[in-house]
């Protein structure tokens, strides 16, 4: 099958099945692929990192026996395994070397968009464009101890296993309630704007992972671990130098990654198309996949071509420098209709435009008023 790569990278907390609406659509045009990170969905080891516990340091969680990672010592094969971003970079470039073996389209959203964006800017060679889909422009709250050698040393665990006696009682207490099947729905409700998608299976799916013996224990690994050797600026930096294709794709009504976080990136980079759609929140594949399969595969295609291919929604060329807005609608299966709207910003696109454009409407509403 003679077809470009395309590598779907997911958020956190979520796996490769977050994209079976992109797998299942675009896999009819492209070769397509997506894992889950090490420490999280379908990756979660198999086996228990470490030792069993003392008597003296039993947990306060009941079926202590069934989960893993919380015992005193550390298995021989993971004693250096700390689920970092660093190790994630590496897992997707050994995937693409070693399976995919060639340069790739990469896909991600949220966390697997920075680390998009890093593999990119480590390796240019593997990458022939990004998309982001409301990625995270930050990961990671503890120093990278390369970059900061001395600083880092201040902290005296650093993610590997064992886990600290102290830091095995605070994941058991903050477990109770992440691993909540009430909690993991709240977190679904804010951050799907459209309230009536089906997230069933993105629900059990999630609530399948909880109850991994192992994913207590590597939710502690990866909120300690540290940073990156890059940040998302550096990376995005590297990727501009480097001329690689960047395309931005976000959700408006995301309420974690909003849009100055999106437009931050676009001004970095300001030829790479940002498409921005409402409503929609932070996983904006899986509540509007058709628009966003829809500029993916327009998207690809105009790269594919050499640029003979218009960008998607494109109608005039000069919209490629000072954007549009479109309302969209589409029929769904089962005859219902959804109606979204989609805002291209230009390559001439500057931030005091866009806090115009959000100040216009109050200022005409206010005149309004006082017309009145």
Known sequence: MDSPPVLFLPGFGVGSFHFDKQLKDLGRDYRVFALDFLGQGMSLPQEDPTLGLKDGNKSILDGQDDLWGLGDESEPWAKELVYSVDLWREQVQYFVEQVIREPVYLVGNSLGGFVALYLAACNPGLVKGVTLLNATPFWGFLPNPERSPKLSKLFPWDGTFPLPPGVRKLVEILWLKISDPRSIADI?????????????????????????????????????????????????????????????????????????????????????????ISPAGHCPHDEVPEVVNFILRGWINNLESGGSMVLPLLDNPKDADYGFTKELEFSRQGGSKKSVRVKLYGSKFGLLNWLSSQFKPLLYREKARWIS
């Open 188 to 276: 679904l409700r804010q951050v799907y704007a459209d309230h009536t998608t089906n997230v069933d299976e993105v629900f059990s799916h999630i609530i399948e992972t909880t109850q991994h013996p192992a994913a207590a224990a590597s939710l502690a690994s990866i909120i300690f671990a540290p940073r990156g050797q890059l940040s998302f600026n550096e990376a995005l930096a590297r990727c501009k130098m480097n001329n690689t294709p960047i395309c931005l794709t976000y959700g408006k009504e995301d309420p974690w990654v909003m849009p100055i976080f999106g437009l931050h990136v676009k001004r970095q980079v300001p030829n790479a198309p940002y498409y921005e």
